[in-house]
């Protein structure tokens, strides 16, 4: 629709704007200017969705049953180990949330409108369709509008697009049919950014109607998926209680089968139950995440939901965006040419340090006078503004690109601005592609008065040549070369035969071919008083030289993707850019080679299924994708049963960071809605903080594993305990709430300090856990079933020698001996493959901090008469400490020679 088609649609007066009285009537109609967020849960919901796991499930049946039969001491440890692990999981999601909070900024808070006639600065919130807004440089766009007005209008939509150039506007634009929003030149979206120029647009869509609004919409319609530590315990849990069940079962039919009683094989059977559950681990495991989450935050990484710490150390694949993330979004002077040769420029593009090299040598730009040139009318012609104390563009990014170059050089705007002032603009426009500025003064000697070059000319300028006119020109290559008709080099002013002129010519294709942006500079000295015709002023103009520009890789991702190949991570670069740019920063990146494939957006709708699945996960550099084609990314990819992490920090990034398996979204220029789908914030966001989120989240994994695997061998200790007793007809050697103790005081508190044990190895430099590989491998299962009946054999000859005077003697030392045994156990899992000796060297003081203490309480059982009349325990004499003491010692030196035998006794970790 045409601007007055669109104010008749929305019944607007294009000249007066809307009346208070309509905007506030159809502010109660279509509603506020804003987002809709999910509605977060409430305390009590996050309480109930802790207390959906299956091992905390298993735990308060357990504290029913106990209940039942009268244990209500053995009810109350359980129900404190719940209470716990639920408080915890709670307060760090609420911790995270409000860390989150803080870091929320509005993008628009206010908006310049026009309303009966009047200009208005109203908050954001408070636009409607029909309202008419006013845009200038540096102003985000409120909400999605059709442009009535575009004087030389350009906007940054690369937080919706990922184009990290400006787009020209054009509000005389008319599109024949539905196009991309990357197309549509009279549209200006809310949660983009004026660059350049000044406009008028009509507001058309406002809140969830708008671009943003659909991404937003398109996030709420997202399941939250479960991370594979949580579907990996989901098994283990219904397995383990699988497990209990058909023990307690067989075990209960057996006594019965040899003439045991009723009630006694009953109690016997939730002796068992109690065995088989591993009560520490739940609590364990979320003590150690959130030890995690705590480190993670002092590496500028905020952990949003709890369980997600540890997938990123099982993430098979990081797909992230270009713009921002794995590029600076600051467009960069990277090669200049002049007819005195090409030069490379260094330093990073918001920073006045560089330097300019010629063939590998360093130059000093005050000896290039073609050089100096070409970066003066660079900062002259130029509408940007650089505020280099505080790293700052305003204006266009490609105008700040060509100022920054020159400050790099030593000149500043301001100071060529005194020295040269402006006398006239010609604007850009978009059929031109040129934009033009007449300056007094003799920029430089090598063109004279009369125009001629060389040594002539610098003698013939002299003083008259101060109030000397020069129109400086810069623009599209081949339209800025069709009105050259000189060019210059260190002999003068040369002319621009077809020949040289094609040269030129393909001088800029090879650098655009090297994803550079290139453009043209010109000059014509000597300009004829008075305002001329931009046609005529544009005429017989002498050619300058090129400057080409990038985005450049931020300098750490470089070393952070490398990384990520060495810990078998595959990286993938998805961009909205063009596929040339998108190549040629994976090349830089050493990503991809230049010859790599690049798959569009237009190439992955043709595909799907099984045929977009392969090729997805061939590719590594997408280019001119959509939201949609991102999420179709992650599908496929996670199709092939990788573990998908998604980095990005705009707003097309959102609808993928929330569908992958973890998503990172950037702390200081992501965007509100990235922020709300990310599991995961960067805090600087820096593309290296996620290979120290992937290595931290290893540590965390394998860590877990250590301790789930103690756990499990001391818990199949005491099975096995059970078992073997009720089997020899022996007397049940360990009641329910000796086990409950073991199995909390001896068993968690070293579990939680090997939850921190410091890493082994080089983890970076191993291969990541496969999504369907369970936590128990065969070696696995063969290692713990021999720690576990070492355990339990140890346990038994502790029991028989007591069962000699009397039962409870038989029951005290097999209590003693277990919880003793267990804690020296602890040692043996502080590395699955190192000897003890060789782990030395890296102490964990938690460790042995925590096994003293457990040490100790557990003795207090046995020394205080209390205690013993709770546990049902007697005192024991030297002797007997003696002999538990040797046996309490056994599992160290059987892990030392396990190790030794089997020298892979368990799966690398």
Known sequence: MSAFATAAELTTDLEQGLTEEEAAARLAKFGPNELQKESGLTVWQKLVAQLKDFLILLLLVAAAVSLLLGESSDAIVIFLVVLINTVLGVLQELKAEKALAALASLSAPTAKVLRSGQTREVAAGQLVPGDLILLNAGDFIPADSRLVVAENLQVNESALTGESVPVEKDADYTAEETIPVAEQKNMVFKGTMVTFGRGRALVTGTGMETELGRIAGLLQTGAQEKTPLQKRLDSFGKQIGLLAIVLCLFIFLFGLLRGHRFNEMFFVAVSLAVAAIPEGLPAMITIVLALGVQRMATQKAIIRRLPAVETLGSATVICSDKTGTLTQNTMTVRQIVTGAGNYRVTGAGLEAVGTFE????????????????????????????????????????????????????????????????????????????????????????????????????????????????????????????????????????????????????????????????????????????????????????????????????????????????????????????HPDTARAIAQQLELADLDAPVLTGVELEAMAGEELAEQVGRTRVFARVSPEHKVRIVEALKQKGAIVAMTGDGVNDAPALKKADIGAAMGQTGTDVAKEAADMVLVDDNFATIVRAVQEGRVIFANIKKAVYFLLSCNLGEIITIFVAIVLGWPVPLI??????????????????????????????????????????????????????????????????????????????????????????????????????????????????????????????????????????????????????????????????????????????
């Open 358 to 577: 010629r063939a590998g040598e360093k130059v000093d730009v005050k000896k290039e006078p073609l050089l100096t040139l070409l970066l003066k009318t660079g900062a002259l012609c130029n509408d940007a503004e650089f505020r280099p104390e505080e790293g700052k563009l305003i204006g266009d990014p490609t105008e700040g690109a060509l100022i920054v170059a020159a400050a790099k050089a030593g000149m500043t705007r301001e100071e060529l601005q005194a020295v040269y002032p402006r006398l006239q603009e010609y604007p850009f426009d978009s059929v031109r592609k040129r934009m033009s500025t007449v300056h007094q003064g003799n920029l430089t000697p090598l063109l004279g008065a009369s125009g001629g070059g060389g040594a002539k000319g610098e003698e013939e300028g002299g003083e008259g040549e101060a109030n000397q006119r020069w129109l400086l020109t810069k623009g599209a290559p081949d339209l800025v070369l069709e009105k050259c008709k000189w060019w210059l080099n260190g002999e003068g002013r040369q002319e621009l035969t077809p020949a040289r002129k094609a040269e030129l010519l393909q001088l800029n294709h090879q650098m655009a071919s090297e994803a550079l942006r290139v453009l043209a500079f010109a000059c014509r000295p000597n300009l004829p008083a008075g305002p001329l015709p931009v046609g005529e002023a544009e005429n017989e103009l002498t050619f300058l030289g090129f400057m080409g520009m990038i985005d450049p890789p931020r300098p750490e991702a470089k070393a952070a993707i490398r990384q990520c190949q060495q810990a078998g991570i595959g990286v993938k670069m998805i961009t909205g850019d």
């Open 736 to 909: 329910p709430l000796q086990i409950l103790w073991v199995n909390l005081i001896t068993d968690s508190l070293p579990a939680l300090a090997l939850g921190v044990e410091p890493p082994e190895g080089e983890i970076m430099k191993r291969p990541p856990l496969h999504p369907e590989e369970g936590l128990f491998g065969r070696k696995v299962r063969l290692s713990l079933g021999v720690f576990g009946g070492f355990v339990a054999l140890l346990t038994l000859v502790a029991f028989r020698w007591g069962l000699r005077e009397t039962v409870r003697k038989g029951v005290t030392m097999a209590f003693a001996t277990l919880g003793l045994c267990q804690l020296v156990h602890a040692y043996n899992f502080r590395s699955l493959q190192e000897p003890l000796w060789r782990r030395r060297r890296v102490p964990n003081k938690k460790l042995l901090y925590s096994t003293i203490g457990s040490a100790f309480l557990h003795l207090l059982v046995f020394f205080t008469p209390w205690f013993r009349r709770i546990f049902h325990v007697q005192s024991l004499p030297l002797n007997d400490w003696l002999l538990i003491g040797e046996l309490a010692l056994a599992p160290l030196f059987l892990g030392e020679v396990w190790k030794t035998v089997v020298k892979e006794g368990f799966e690398t970790l």
